[in-house]
């Protein structure tokens, strides 16, 4: 398949990319031989392969969501830089009263 140098205008707008004549003509020839391999690959009959099918077999890659022992909230909150009122306390990203913004 190959591309026009409209289409890679086209591409390089879309991308927000500014490309010299040079560079779209490289640019037009890399594309239309990777639109080449993907019509080779569009003509391969896998009507008998499974739209899901894996390389290897996957069951459940997932852990199971168990509490497990950790620490209190005491313990962390005395362990925290600093803390208030029960809570760990962090430096205000937006500025609050202690940098000049508001809470």
């Known amino acids: 398949m ?3 140098l409209e289409d890679v205008n086209h ?3 879309l ?3 500014g490309l010299t004549d040079a560079e779209k003509e490289t640019l037009r020839e890399q ?3 990777i639109l080449g ?3 080779v690959l569009s003509q391969l009959d896998t009507d008998a ?3 899901t099918a894996q390389v290897i077999e996957v069951d459940n890659v997932m852990r199971d969501d168990s ?3 950790s620490l209190t909230q005491d313990q962390v909150t005395q362990i925290a830089p600093r803390s208030e009122k029960g809570f760990i306390a962090v430096p205000s990203v937006l500025g609050g009263p202690d940098e000049g ?3």
């Open 67 to 69: 509490a497990s022992p």
């Open 37 to 39: 391999h993907i019509e």
């Open 2 to 4: 190959s591309l026009s």
């Open 11 to 13: 591409v390089a707008s």
């Open 31 to 33: 594309l239309s031989s």
């Open 101 to 103: 913004g508001s809470a």
């Open 49 to 51: 392969i499974s739209p």
């Open 15 to 17: 991308a927000r990319l």
